[in-house]
């Protein structure tokens, strides 16, 4: 059964970087797939952030995309996230999910359990 | 980017009732919708994919339906698990949006 854990800081410091990873097990991020972040605010709705092919093929949302940089590492099998310049309103619990399942454009199938991220002083 | 909007907002019903979200898209997005379902702390899950597809282990009282820029999801008999929110989401075309969400709460 494929999981996947974010990990990283619960507490950044406005004006630094917000940096997370996922770790992936039950399955390899090497597999043909997207492994994307979605981010949600406390009390909000969900936000799609980026995505990253097992080719290390990228994109990013538009809204987001100066600060953003998401990568794999086959080696450790996790991907990450780095949210540069963080603000208040980065506030939100991220989440980690895989694109899947015999569809083209595939929805996103399998979720991590997600780690709230304050920006706060 | 394209606009996703779910209505209604917020919903009341009873065990054992139907109930119906829609969403609609502000360009058509063929049948590249989701609907995933939310409880409080825990992360979104996949119900149906390509706008009627239900997920490998989703009760069959849940069903999707529609194309281009409107779409359904039914629930019919609800059951206690159900009250959650649900989101709809395209993935037609980057930056995947989703719909603001449907509190579906107990009468």
């Known amino acids: 059964q494929l999981q996947l854990q974010e990990s990283g800081p619960g507490l950044v410091r406005p004006s630094e970087t917000l940096s997370l990873t996922c770790t992936v097990s039950g399955g390899s991020v090497s597999s043909s797939y997207y492994w994307g972040w979605i981010r949600q605010p406390p009390g909000k709705g969900l936000e799609w952030i980026a995505n990253?092919?097992?080719?290390?093929?990228?994109s990013y949302n538009p809204s987001l995309k100066s600060r953003v940089t998401i990568s794999i590492d086959t080696s450790k099998n996790q991907l990450s996230l780095r949210l540069s310049s963080a603000i208040a309103a980065d506030t939100a619990v991220y989440y980690c999910?895989?694109?899947?399942?015999?569809?083209?454009?595939?929805?996103?199938?399998?979720w991590g359990q997600g780690t709230l991220v304050t920006v706060s002083s | 980017d394209i606009q996703m909007t779910q209505s209604p907002s917020s919903l009341s019903a009873s065990v054992g009732d139907r109930v119906t979200i829609t969403c609609r898209a502000s360009q058509s997005i063929s049948n590249y919708l989701s609907w995933y379902q939310q409880t409080p702390g825990k992360a979104p899950k996949l119900l149906i994919y390509?706008?009627?597809n239900l997920q490998s282990g989703v009760p069959s009282r849940f069903s999707g339906s529609g194309s281009r820029t409107d779409f359904t999801l039914t629930i019919t008999s609800l059951q206690p698990e159900d009250f959650a929110t649900y989101y709809c989401?395209?993935?037609?075309?980057?930056?995947?949006?989703f719909g603001q969400g449907t509190k579906l709460e107990i009468k």
């Open positions: 999910a895989r694109q899947g399942g015999d569809y083209a454009r595939p929805p996103f199938d399998y």
């Open positions: 390509g706008a009627s």
């Open positions: 989401q395209q993935s037609y075309t980057t930056p995947y949006t």
């Open positions: 990253v092919y097992h080719t290390g093929s990228t």
